[in-house]
């Protein structure tokens, strides 16, 4: 009996245990890896109709957007559908205080409307193959790191030149799971992207930071663009003489949204994960790192948003490097959270004494890896001072315009140095357009406040011997006082705005080089950047090497000892699925959030004349009058919804499709008790963020008007009319 209840008790906790939710798969492995386990979760095609390169798959509907972000082809004609702050820089770029498209919005009406956009492109994957073997052929464990690298490069490039590609495709080659394995990718990068349309910011954006990692949700985080292809419907630049892309997979629109439970996968292009760490790298990002850099940009924060409050025009200037700054700032805040309330360091050293005993069970294993969890914890711990010196430099560093600014007069002075004249008269009209472009978004009564506050950070925080000579002397000769320091630096530097820029850069190049030389700005720029690399850099990077040596000696031992497990590699940029259920989730005690949001929710955080909460006049109207033609459901128009797929940066603007491959929303975020979902993914509380694709349906319909795109999209149904 005893028995019994045993089997009975191990079953059931076997499957409340409930799917692997967790995971960035490999497109190609699917088959081989997830088939099963996603049709047990719901899913009703097979991988063969995700990934296939012998005809037109889902991934053929799928880009890398700009590099940066995810889109995918929804019409025949080539229409993209990707994020609202994936296409912001176009956006802003095509806007004026005549035409605000960043406030009221962009439609193209007909392919005539639609904008160009330099430098924006749109990759496809072709074809994956697994080029491990070639790779990695000769290269033995016991190979100096080195030598082992010049080889794989070697390596590489023969593997390069004997893949098989059409001259308008690149192949790429990249390392997986910390170096184990490589991959080779065909691809197909289209240049010439136009802008087809984008939301008012009040809805693309609504919320801004306030809502930002946040649910419940109300943002309409969308636009489109449309890919143009040469009249053999092959890459080409930029023509007029381009024609709208025939692609050989478009997705399907479905009008049946989701309900709790269902089957969701995304795909997309996930940027860096980190899910095989040693425990004391967990805790170092815990303890040391993320609080560092939290502090900062809490300062930083503070200033640039007392000077926004008071003055519209540094508003303006200064909206998207605050939202910027406070993108991370926000997430690693989340991520403490998170790994603190899952008692995430507890758990991987649990893993790790698991790992511990089956080593020491199997000599093979024994001999492979003993004390390598003892190795990557010393060296986690050697590393932390310099971890920290780094964050505390990089983050300070960043965040101080003027010294960017110096740092970009270093290129001059190089080419001075390096060609002479010559150098400098290319390099000068350079220096003088790109401190041009900064300078319109820069404001130096903000910047010298940011200078007097974290200088004094980067002094107090840190140990003396990182700390800039150069800085510590200015300091002395200013009674130890960080504003007037600041004032002294910004009044004798020459470089805060484009008319002093100028005047310093007129001259003979000798003269002018020697003047920058002299500025305050630029010697403390050098020195600081001396004493980083003099006193931390050194020894981090060697630090690091040997931690990046270990960790892809641990990956494997990790795939070695726990057999049964099925691994995915961290995410690297390429090509990826994950796959999980509709779920609502409890992120404390007695709070549970439903996984559906609706329109009534945008109304109630409605604030007229808002920042961040203000909504346009045509949408209050729709709503009053309930006008959400076929998009809503039950006189209630849904926004955005949730599910427990495991996603990061990168896949903003993936598409989230249903059981049967349709698409059902848009991703765009996490919630906040989830963004640990980098380090340490936990079904309980990891969930992606939706727009929910009727939404976006109803803005381009109903807000827009824009019937010529609603004309181009197949939209699907399984429910009975
Ligand atoms: N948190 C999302 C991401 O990491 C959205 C960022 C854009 N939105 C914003 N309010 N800053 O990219
Ligand atoms: N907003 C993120 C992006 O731009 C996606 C959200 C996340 O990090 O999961 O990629």
């Not at 630029?522 to 006193?535: P, R, S, V």
């Amino acid at each position: 009996m005893k028995k019994y209840l045993l089997l009975l008790f191990i079953s059931i906790s076997f499957f409340c245990k409930g799917f692997a939710e967790e995971g960035m798969w490999l497109p190609q492995l699917l088959q081989s890896l997830n088939e099963k386990e996603m049709k047990r979760m719901g899913m009703k095609i097979n991988a063969s109709d995700i990934y296939n390169i012998g005809k037109g798959s889902l991934k053929d509907a799928i880009v890398s957007f700009g590099g940066f972000c995810t889109a995918e082809v929804i019409s025949d004609k080539g229409l993209l559908l990707t994020n609202h702050h994936c296409g912001f820089d176009q956006i802003q770029n095509h806007s004026s205080i005549q035409n605000n498209y960043i406030r009221d919005g962009f439609w193209a009406y007909n392919t005539g409307q639609e904008l160009k956009n330099p430098g924006l492109f749109a990759t496809f994957i072709i074809r994956i193959d697994d080029v491990t073997k070639a790779v990695l052929n000769g290269v033995s464990s016991s190979l100096p790191e080195k030598e082992r690298q010049s080889l794989i490069d070697k390596n590489m490039t023969a593997v390069r030149s004997a893949a098989k590609k059409e001259a308008y495709q690149d192949i790429l080659i990249r390392s997986f799971f910390e170096g184990n394995k490589y991959f080779l990718f065909i691809t197909e990068t289209y240049r010439d992207i136009r802008l087809v349309g984008a939301p008012p910011s009040s809805v693309g954006n609504f919320g801004k930071d306030t809502d930002n990692w946040m649910w419940p949700r109300h943002t309409g985080d969308f636009s489109m663009f449309r890919i143009y292809a040469d009249k053999n419907n092959k890459p080409a630049a930029y023509s007029a003489d381009n024609v709208p892309y025939k692609p050989k997979r478009a997705l399907n629109i479905s009008l049946d949204g989701v309900k709790e439970g269902d089957f969701t996968m995304v795909f997309g292009f996930p940027g860096r994960t980190m899910e095989y760490l040693h425990s004391s790298a967990i805790a170092q990002t815990v303890n040391v790192s993320d609080p560092a850099k939290i502090a900062i940009r809490t300062k930083a924060l503070q200033v640039i948003d007392g000077f926004m409050r008071s003055n519209e025009e540094i508003k303006i200037q200064y909206a998207a490097k605050y939202a910027n700054i406070s993108n991370a700032w926000k997430k690693w805040q989340g991520e403490i959270l998170g790994l603190t309330k899952t008692n995430a360091v507890a758990k991987r050293k649990e893993l790790e004494a698991s790992f511990e005993k089956i080593v020491l069970s199997k000599p093979e294993l024994n001999m492979a890896y003993m004390g390598i969890l003892q190795n990557l914890e010393k060296a986690y711990n050697a590393i932390e001072p310099y971890a920290y010196a780094r964050d505390y430099y990089s983050e300070i560093f960043s965040k101080i315009e003027i010294l960017g600014f110096a740092n970009q007069l270093k290129s001059l002075v190089n080419a001075y140095s390096n060609n002479g004249e010559t150098g400098y008269n290319t390099t000068q009209p350079k220096v003088i357009e790109r401190l041009g472009e900064l300078y319109g978004e820069y404001n130096a009564d903000v910047d010298k406040k940011l200078f007097e506050v974290l200088m004094e950070m980067y002094v107090a925080d840190q140990k003396d011997e990182y700390v800039s000579p150069y800085f510590k002397n200015l300091l002395k000769q200013n009674d130890h006082n960080y504003a007037k320091t600041a004032a002294v630096v910004f009044e004798r530097s020459k470089i805060y705005n484009k008319e002093n820029l100028l005047a310093l850069l007129t001259g003979n190049a000798k003269d002018v080089v020697d003047a920058i030389k002299n500025d305050p700005a630029y010697q403390l720029t050098l020195d600081m950047q001396q004493t980083f690399n003099n006193t931390v850099a050194e020894k981090l990077n060697s630090i690091q090497a040997e931690i990046n040596q270990l960790q892809r000696k641990y990956m494997q031992a990790q795939m070695d000892v726990f057999t049964k497990k099925s691994f995915y590699p961290d995410a690297n940029s390429t090509l990826r699925v994950t796959y999980g259920n509709v779920k609502p989730y409890q992120p404390r005690d007695g709070v549970k959030y439903e996984f559906q949001s609706y329109m009534d929710g945008v109304m109630q955080k409605y604030v007229p004349g808002d920042y961040e909460f203000d909504l346009p006049k045509k949408l209050i109207n729709l709503y009053n009058k309930k006008d959400f033609g076929r998009w809503g459901v039950n006189g209630r128009q849904p926004v955005c919804f949730i599910a427990a797929n495991h996603t990061t940066g990168g896949n903003s603007g993936s598409p989230a499709l249903d059981a049967y491959g349709n698409l059902v929303g848009l991703n765009f975020d996490r919630v906040w008790e989830g963004t640990m979902s980098d380090i340490n993914y936990d079904p309980s509380i990891c969930r992606n963020i939706m727009v929910d694709i009727r939404y976006v349906m109803f803005i381009v319909d109903k807000y827009a008007e824009a019937k010529n795109l609603i004309a181009e999209m197949k939209f699907v149904s399984r429910k009975k009319k």
